[in-house]
Nanobody
Framework: QVQLVESGGGLVQTGGSLRLSCAASGISITPYTVGWLRQGPGKQPQFVALIASGETTLYAPSVRGRFTISRDNAKNTVSLQMNSLTPEDTAVYFC???????????RGQGTQVTVSS
């Protein structure tokens, strides 16, 4: 059974930092593109960042320069370092794994990030 489990969320003040982790089991993330999405209260899911199997990264304009995505294939994890957080970053953050040629995408249950003003 494939599972993605996010951790590292919490409550932080404006300007603070958090580091989210996405731990995979049941698959090796090595050939997968792994991304982070977020969904704020009453909002649609929003792309945050992704890292491809070849380590190419892509960021949403709203987080570029503040967030850094990285992967550790040996530990089967992907991390999201979030700095200079603002209340607009408040959301449930999900990680998602996908692979070219595979219809199935895997998504975790999410971790709550709350940034107080």
């Amino acid at each position: 059974q494939v599972q993605l489990v996010e951790s590292g969320g919490g409550l932080v003040q404006t300007g603070g930092s958090l580091r989210l982790s996405c731990a995979a089991s049941g698959i090796s993330i090595t050939p997968y593109t792994v991304g982070w999405l977020r969904q704020g209260p009453g909002k649609q899911p929003q792309f945050v960042a992704l890292i491809a199997s070849g380590e190419t990264t892509l960021y949403a304009p709203s987080v570029r320069g503040r967030f850094t995505i990285s992967r550790d294939n040996a530990k089967n994890t992907v991390s999201l370092q979030m700095n200079s957080l603002t209340p607009e970053d408040t959301a449930v953050y999900f990680c998602q794994a996908s692979r070219a040629g595979e219809r199935t995408e895997y998504r975790g249950q999410g971790t709550q990030v709350t940034v107080s003003s």
